[in-house]
């Protein structure tokens, strides 16, 4: 099995989906704020797509983490890296929970696991997919320095933006200042 790394930034715990995670994930996919993520589905499906966090990590190598609020331990969202069947190539992705919106966390985490997709898998790339509707999500791409890249054609999600991170180099080179 993938040994799944726990990550920590100043507010927040990267660390493996496990189990408990399971009543937030199924209120999260029941309610409207999972619509450009595959929701509002039934507490069945919720569990399926928390096995499908769980075994992309098998599959990959990589995938999302659970991100705790470290100083509530509340559990804020899913993010991190990305790739099933269907995407165009390797995405950082972030879906926070009700509650937990405005706080800069989904930038927050993104950026740490775009450090480890960097740093510690070798990524010379990623993107982000975002819905046309989803203004938050782009945001957070662009916060992070990426820019838009194109559209995507997705057979369940439709048109999706294709937002490009910079390259480790052109971080290395200067900062994610330069694509603000």
């Known amino acids: 099995m993938t040994p799944i790394p726990t990550i920590s930034t100043p507010r927040l715990t990267l660390r493996a989906p496990e189990a ?8 999260f996919f029941a309610s409207e704020r ?12 919720s569990w399926r797509y928390l096995a499908a966090e769980l075994g992309h990590w098998q599959l990959r190598g990589f995938g999302r983490w659970s991100v705790v609020e470290t100083a509530t331990g509340k559990l804020a969202g899913l993010i991190g890296l ?3 069947q269907g995407w165009p190539e390797p995405e950082i992705g972030w879906d926070l929970f009700d509650g937990f919106e405005g706080k800069g ?4 985490a993104a950026l740490a ?9 070798g990524w010379t790339t990623a993107i982000s997919l975002v819905a ?5 999500s782009r945001n957070v791409a662009r916060r992070m320095g990426a820019r838009a890249d194109g ?3 997705h057979e369940r999600f ?3 933006e294709i937002w490009r991170h910079p390259a480790p180099e052109d971080l290395a080179a200067g900062g994610i200042e330069a694509y603000a």
């Open 20 to 27: 408990g995670d399971f009543p937030v994930f199924a209120a």
């Open 34 to 45: 999972s619509g450009f993520v595959g929701g509002p589905v039934p507490a069945e499906q």
């Open 82 to 84: 990305w790739f099933p």
């Open 105 to 108: 966390y989904a930038t927050e």
């Open 113 to 121: 696991a775009r450090e480890y997709a960097y740093d510690t898998l």
């Open 132 to 136: 046309p509707e989803n203004a938050a």
């Open 151 to 153: 559209t995507h054609e």
């Open 158 to 160: 439709g048109a999706l």
